[in-house]
């Protein structure tokens, strides 16, 4: 199995500024199509997971521009420019270039 | 997109359980689906995915053999059998749509509590 691991385990940020999240893959996420399979969930507390970035770096359907994404191969990243109380939550990673698809053990972002 | 999940409940060691999960607002059947667990206070397992136009299914290791799923596309839901539960099975069990690269729309999940 592709095992994800995410950085740090918990960070906590002051309201405005930015925050960063570490993904990396045991092996390459780059499938035989060209697109690399990493994405970034939100799961907000007492919520289901919500899809926020697809393919590495392509922010999915009204997510807002704050986040973005990056990397490639084994190392990927998400940024949030400037936080907000509602991105508060836990923050996955997963691949989908190998079943089972797998999660990074999740990061919880919580407000100063 | 909505999908709605039924069918947890409390269910003893060794017992089954048939997850359900109904959707509407997209194509249905042309997308894949998939279950996703949380064990209590724990992250995210992937635990099986169903393709669409008979292209099979795939399941994590630790449930191959007890959990079986399928879907009935006239009506729009996909299904998850559970037999031979164990405690460590204990999770809310969310239904999401695709599978095949990301899961886009999620379920609000089914608590699922395997207990003597």
């Known amino acids: 199995d592709v095992a994800m691991t995410q950085a740090p385990h918990s960070l906590s940020v002051t309201p405005g500024q930015p925050a960063s999240i570490s993904c990396k893959s045991s092996?390459?996420?780059?499938?035989?199509?060209?697109?690399?399979?990493l994405y970034w969930y939100l799961q907000r507390p007492g919520q289901s997971p919500q899809l926020l970035i697809r393919?590495?770096?392509n922010r999915f359907s009204g997510v807002s521009d704050r986040f973005s994404g990056s990397g490639s191969g084994t190392d990927f990243t998400l940024k949030i420019s400037r936080v907000e109380a509602e991105d508060v939550g836990v923050y996955y990673c997963?691949?989908?270039?190998?079943?089972?698809?797998?999660f990074g053990q999740g990061t919880r972002l919580e407000i100063k | 997109v909505q999908l709605l999940e039924s069918g947890g409940g409390l269910v003893q060691p060794g017992g089954s359980l048939r997850l359900s999960c109904t959707a509407s607002?997209?194509?249905?059947?042309?997308?894949?689906m998939s279950w996703v667990r949380q064990a209590p206070g724990k992250g995210l397992e992937w635990i099986s995915g169903?393709?669409?136009?008979?292209?099979?299914?795939n399941y994590v290791d630790s449930v191959r053999g007890r959990f079986t799923i399928s879907r009935d596309d006239l009506k729009n839901t996909v299904y998850l059998q559970m037999s031979s539960l164990r405690a460590e099975d204990t999770a809310v069990y969310f239904c999401?749509?695709?599978?095949?690269?990301?899961?886009?729309?999620w379920g609000q999940g089914a608590l699922v509590t395997v207990s003597a």
């Open positions: 999401a749509k695709g599978g095949k690269k990301f899961l886009d729309y």
């Open positions: 607002g997209f194509t249905f059947s042309t997308f894949a």
């Open positions: 169903i393709y669409s136009d008979g292209g099979g299914a």
């Open positions: 092996q390459s996420l780059l499938y035989r199509d060209g697109m690399t399979r």
């Open positions: 393919e590495v770096s």
């Open positions: 997963m691949q989908s270039v190998q079943f089972p698809i797998t």
